[in-house]
């Protein structure tokens, strides 16, 4: 099959091969596994599209990333055995895999064009991902579908971009890493993976009975106040380099220069964003950080953990005070709320999940970030160095555009720093590129006809 991709700057065209399916390299175990009450929640029932882009490497030039990536996915697939399975709805909505063995779903194609085509900057959204990663009818649903969708394009330049879509139920961004680097050592010639991938789904389960401990205003009921509309939506990728950081750092008191950078990230976020949407000042607002919990159990879940293992607690305040006060403010509550993660905190929302139907987390007048850049996605090495974009191809999950993750990246100057992408609507995006420069002094970011493009088109 056959189709071309258009954007301001960039047409081209993508010939696909039928998708197949990937089975294991060997017969694998047919069991059912459970997920954790931390996996199977609502959020994350949805697929997240991520990229690797690789630049040609001359000492593979015998060789063919489509058959290198798919081989090696045969074989990690043995160790992962459940992501060759599909997963069933059981009583109360708790999903398990089956353990099928039928595989992940991969897609060979070429591509008419060249890695420097794309531009210097590569950053997320990229308009073209929906002809880098074929959308195989189906396979969008969350049950009884492959829970990878895998398609390696290749470019005229002979590079190539990895692109894969992938349910978040079984894993996290941890999770994702190990998985990630594992595939890519066995594409490198291993054997096996350096880290024995761990199941133990049932660490992560409700309490028997179930009691909330904490209290979790991620999950409040609020009442919206304004029709919401995905009409006229947006998508522009914002890169931090370290003057940028610097920057911020000015910007608050010396009892709080002990904060992470994701503090200061987060914290102008939050701000800007609210700015830009022009929330009435007595509004509550909301910022969820995503907070990996595996070093907060006592014992330490087992190294080789993949499953999702995280909570999003919400810092909460109105959109006046969050806007009016110092810039200090907002770090403080993002690094306060970071502070509530705990063993009994993601134990009270397992518990929490089970209570209350799986829920949604509370989409009004909210805002998640999460942190990917910790893991540096780009030193995910098929044999061909390391990629030039590693990460999440836009922003929001599912039908919820309120997400930005971190990515590392590097600028179109080769600065090291983090970039994410954010989804507005066209007008507030103007607001906040305002509000976003005037907090970094800074009148020069680059926006490139590569990085906006109508949230319809998605």
């Known amino acids: 099959m056959a189709s071309s991709s258009s954007s301001s700057s960039l047409n081209f065209t993508v010939r696909r091969c039928q998708p197949q399916l990937v089975p294991p390299a060997i017969p694998t175990p047919h069991e059912f596994k459970p997920l954790s009450d931390i996996d199977d929640q609502e959020a994350l029932r949805v697929h997240i599209p991520m990229i690797h882009i690789y630049k040609k490497q001359a000492s593979m030039a015998e060789k063919d990333p489509v058959q290198v990536i798919r081989q090696a996915l045969s074989q990690t697939l043995v160790f992962y055995y459940p992501f060759a399975g599909r997963l069933r709805e059981g ?23 060249t890695l420097d085509q794309f531009g210097d900057f590569l950053q997320p959204p990229f308009p073209c991902f929906h002809e880098l990663l074929y959308d195989v009818p189906g396979t969008q649903q969350i049950t009884n579908t492959p829970l990878l969708l895998v398609q390696v394009t290749r470019l005229k330049c002979g590079g190539f971009i990895l692109a894969i879509g992938l349910n978040h139920t079984m894993c996290d961004g941890p999770g994702y890493e190990q998985f990630m680097s594992a595939w890519a050592e066995m594409a490198r010639g291993a054997t096996k993976p350096s880290i024995a991938p761990v199941w133990r789904r049932e660490l992560l389960m409700a309490r028997d009975p179930p009691r909330i401990t904490c209290n979790h205003h991620e999950f409040e009921q609020v009442q919206d106040t304004l029709p919401s509309s995905n009409q006229n939506m947006v998508q522009r990728s914002f890169f931090f380099g370290p003057l940028d950081i610097a920057a911020l750092r000015r910007l608050i008191p010396q009892h709080l220069q002990h904060c992470t950078t994701f503090d200061l990230i987060t914290a102008c976020l939050w701000r800007c964003r609210t700015k830009a949407l022009q929330i009435e000042a007595d509004e509550d607002v909301r910022m969820m950080c995503i907070v990996n919990a595996r070093g907060r159990f006592n014992p330490p879940l087992p190294v080789g953990y993949y499953g999702n293992c995280f909570a999003y607690p919400a810092a909460v305040t109105t959109a006046g005070k969050l806007c009016r006060n110092p810039f200090g403010y907002a770090v403080e509550l993002i690094n306060k709320v970071k502070g509530e993660m705990t063993e009994e905190y993601l134990q009270s929302v397992a518990d929490l999940m089970v209570m209350k139907g799986r829920c949604l987390f509370t989409t009004v007048r909210s805002y998640i970030v999460s942190h990917l850049a910790r893991f540096n996605l780009r030193e995910v090495d098929f044999g061909w160095g390391e990629a030039v974009y590693g990460g999440v191809a836009q922003a929001g999950v599912g039908s919820f555009l309120g997400v930005s993750y971190f990515c590392s990246a590097k600028n179109g100057k080769g600065e090291e720093g983090i970039i994410f992408p954010i989804c507005l609507p066209a007008e507030a995006m103007e607001r906040f590129a305002e509000e976003f420069n005037h907090m970094l002094c800074n009148k020069s970011q680059p926006q490139t006809s590569s990085a906006t493009f109508i949230m319809s088109t998605l």
Do not use: Q, S, W
């Open 91 to 113: 009583p109360n909505r708790k999903l398990m895999v089956d353990c099928t063995g039928e595989g992940a779903m991969f897609i060979e194609a070429d591509a008419d064009v």
